[in-house]
């Protein structure tokens, strides 16, 4: 008998060997390059490898698949713009080695589900299509026209299209992802649910609404120029390097910066450009002016008391806020202020568990600059009040009339190298009526209106057996979402499920009824079409739209482009009462262009434009102070403290990346700057913690989180102590994600709340 699909969701319990040496202070220099080289070559040809590194991020090369962060507009370094961490993507997705129908044949669905997340990425590129039949034990080949024929007929079959749901990745380019919509309204449903509902819809959700676009307002140029830059939430020499470079440049300008995050991460604290070899060998430069060690979800606390002692010098001394700008631009100042003063600055301090050493510190900074960008990610937007903790930033920006001006405003630094362009094309659950009138005026059909299934929606759609066919473009998802086992059932109940992905993951293995895997190509490989080898184009964090063009020869010859197989399915699904001329756009991907300039704004000559080596930026509102919002003006906001409590021997838990991974993908099995060496099932405590458990470092526990009645367990960490504040823990994603319950999500936008778990430790005789 096959093993259920909560047995094949869970991440194997075994332990390698955890090694742990002193946590970095220092990210990056030699160590980063010697890792990134000893990644390339053992997994990639040395010719690849080289051709690789000199064309990301080139003008005219292809987009890193690592990150959003943006390329600079002038000077780029010959050494193309080089990270350890985007090269360890491209090796990840370049590799040699491929998965064929034998590794199929060889390995059942039930054993391969026992290898570890490591291996099951390090076996190589997906390479044919494969289908696993009704009751069948292993994947088969199957031919591209008979997989879409058995996906169309799938969703044909549905008593409704709502009865689907169609999962986005922000990987997908633009071209893909326009059209990927484009079907799934087509076909008659808003089901969209997408990566970043687990991302940055809190971002998007609180910055529509105080200023009017769900996107940063800053630019490259602007970190440059900020007075002071405050990175909350946020771990950058890990998840964005690059960015690194941009808090380097300043600091060299004369600019401050303030980091706030329970873990004081090595990048945060110094940093070595390896693009610098003076520096290389002089060691680097101070990062952080101010680190401030804020609780688990203690920043609403944190913010608090900032704005409350600035409150107190305005009335003192009158020109610490932007009057001209509020009156000006904002709505809802007073009410603001008569909300604010209800809070006690004491009772905020002890909160955010910040010393008032420290806080004076930050506090200094804060009241002494005019120009100040805040910078954040995961930190803030995975908990319930995720919405309240970036409204709060924008009160501050607000005040201090820090946004729409050289070197001032939002920077929320995206995840998925195009889950912002992604969003701007049409993934997107609940788009706006302007959009969907659009879509009818230009294709001649109603797209659904409904507010269609976000990611915990659609969890909950298939667990309740309303949703039976499930298509992933791109991504990862069983791995990736809350409350794992809950999931696999959800996904279990499925008639059908089907995923377009590059690379074998554990959603391959948790199937519906049949399953389907369709390999695509990946960014850094040629696009072969009828016209030619094709350019597709992103957007990043900063909303510049830029091309990519891949560079290697596909690893198959069975692959399709992401374009094609969209574009095959809708043929496939939507046959003689389709509106859409679906079989031209793989032949030309310019084609896809023309029709999103019709449809989206800011895309006008999107062709002409895109062949800029620098590419274009997007409109943004708030970047020029027109804050598109319902008022007409940048709305303050109220937000409340978090009410939550900790229970006896509770402990908050964030679930967070290693610096070997890319979300579910695990490049390797160290953490390097935080000393972790050889193993990823640890929790990392505060001493005193394990002192009042009487836990020992390395010893084994396991984790259990109690929420709404429900019980959660995660068996088998290793417990390591570490400088995180009291009553605070950490873990990886996604081995705990089994522990994060699908009812605990943000408000406003339902992301769930993987950054704020409440658990509790028990040690395993
Ligand atoms: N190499 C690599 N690059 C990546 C990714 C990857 O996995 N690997 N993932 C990509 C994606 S999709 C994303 S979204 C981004 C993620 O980028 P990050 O958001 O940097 O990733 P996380 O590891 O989730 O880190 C969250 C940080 O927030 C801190 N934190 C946690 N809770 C709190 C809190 O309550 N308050 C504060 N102030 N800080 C807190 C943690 O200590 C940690 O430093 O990176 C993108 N880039
Ligand atoms: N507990 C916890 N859970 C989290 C998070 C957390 O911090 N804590 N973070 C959340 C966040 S921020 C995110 S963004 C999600 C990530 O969720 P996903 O985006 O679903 O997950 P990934 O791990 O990025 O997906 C990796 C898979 O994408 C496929 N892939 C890679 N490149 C391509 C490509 O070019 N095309 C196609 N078609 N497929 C490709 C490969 O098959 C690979 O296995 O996870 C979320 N889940
Ligand atoms: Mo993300």
Redesign the pocket.
Known sequence: MSSSPQDKAKTPEAFSSLKIKKPATNSVGFSAIKASISQASKYMNTADALKLSLKVNQKGGFDCP???WPDPDDERSVLGEYCE?GM??LAEEAQNKLITADFFAKYSVDEISKFTDFEIGKSGRLSEPMFLAEGATHYSPISWEAAFAKLGQHLNDLDNPDEAVFYTS?RTTNEAAFLYQLFVREFGTANLPD?SNM??EASGSALSETVGIGKGSVTLDDLYKAELIMV?????A???PRMLTALEKCKKNGGKIIA????P?AGLIKFTDPQNPIKLLTGGTKIADVFVP??????VSFMKAILLKLLEKEEEQGNVFDQDFINEHTHGYDTFITDLKQYNFEDCLTASGITLATFNQAFDLILNNNKIIICW????T??ENAVDNIRELVNLLLLKGSIGKEGAGTCP????SN?QGDRTVGIWENAPQAFLDKIEAKYGFKPSNKHGYSVIDAIKGMYEKKAKVFVGMGGNFISAVPDTLYAAEALGNCNLTAHVSTKLNRSHLVTGKEALILPCLGRSEKDYQKTGVQVQSVENSMGIVSSTKGILEPCSDKLKSEVAVVCGIAYATLKERTKVEWLKYSANYELVRDDIQEVVDGFQDYNKRLKKPEGFYLPNGARIRKFKTKTGKANFSINKLPSWKLKKDELIM????S?D???TTIYGMNDRYRGIFNERRIIFMNREDMRTRSLNEKQVVNLKSEFNGVVRLADNFKVVGYDIPKNCC?TY?PETNVLVPLDSFAHTCKTPAS??IRITVAAVD
């Open positions: 690592g990150c959003a961490n360890k993507a922000g990566c991302c940055h909350i939430g946020q771990n950058p890990t998840n964005h706030i995050n329970p873990l991460e804020v609780t688990i979800n203690g920043d990610a995961m930190g803030l995975q908990h630094v995206r995840g998925h889950v964030m679930t967070i990346r610096h991974q890319f979300n950490a994603f950054k704020s």
